[in-house]
């Protein structure tokens, strides 16, 4: 009796440790899409982050006189490049949300100096940063559809049990204020 009462007690602990072994390494997985997506979006925001001075020195040059709007942009971009490096993701859709609810205001003023649309240059980095910007807005909706699935499954009983062991927490969304909300037409 003894010996059927230790199998059973082995064979439970053997089937809990499978059990275990997959859960963590279902999380593991999670995590790693969760991480893979957000450097997809590092990528993109570097490089638009390094366009962003490019093209406030193109426009300084014919709307010196609108250096606030200039120096703001640029405070956005050294905000948000600071946060990018760091990994600090509330940090970077802040810096997003500032950008996005500058861009109104540039478009204004570019609209203000027609010789600008005509520089070659320009319209070259006008044309780069609209890509970007399309491929940003693709790739966070993948990040924040990872790191929805991520979150939800560490929640989940009793797959809670094993996050809460391995020490998982909960993954920021990539949300940036202003732009879905608005409907911002960029045009130069």
């Known amino acids: 009796m003894e010996t059927v009462i230790g199998i059973i007690a082995v064979v439970l602990f053997v089937l809990f440790l499978i059990w275990f072994i997959q859960t963590s390494n279902r999380l593991i997985v999670l995590d790693e899409n969760v991480e893979l997506s957000w450097r997809n979006i590092d990528v993109l925001l570097k490089q638009r982050y390094d366009m962003i001075p490019n093209l406030v020195e193109t426009c300084k040059g014919y709307a010196s ?46 609209e203000q100096y027609p ?14 940063v609209v890509s970007i910007e399309n491929q940003i807005a693709d790739r966070r909706e993948y990040f924040n559809a990872s790191a929805t699935s991520y979150n939800k499954v560490i929640r989940l009983f009793p797959t809670s049990i094993v996050a809460t062991v391995k020490g998982n927490k909960r993954k920021d969304l990539f949300i940036v204020e202003g732009i879905e909300r608005e409907n911002v037409k960029i045009q130069f």
């Open 65 to 110: 006189h609108e250096s606030e709007i200039w120096n703001n942009f640029a405070e956005a971009r050294n905000m948000g490049s600071s946060c990018l490096s760091s990994g600090n993701v509330a940090g970077v859709a802040k810096a997003e949300s500032i950008l996005a609810g500058m861009m109104p205001k540039i478009n204004a003023v570019m």
């Open 115 to 128: 010789e600008l649309k005509a520089i070659k240059e320009f319209s070259a980095l006008r044309v780069q």
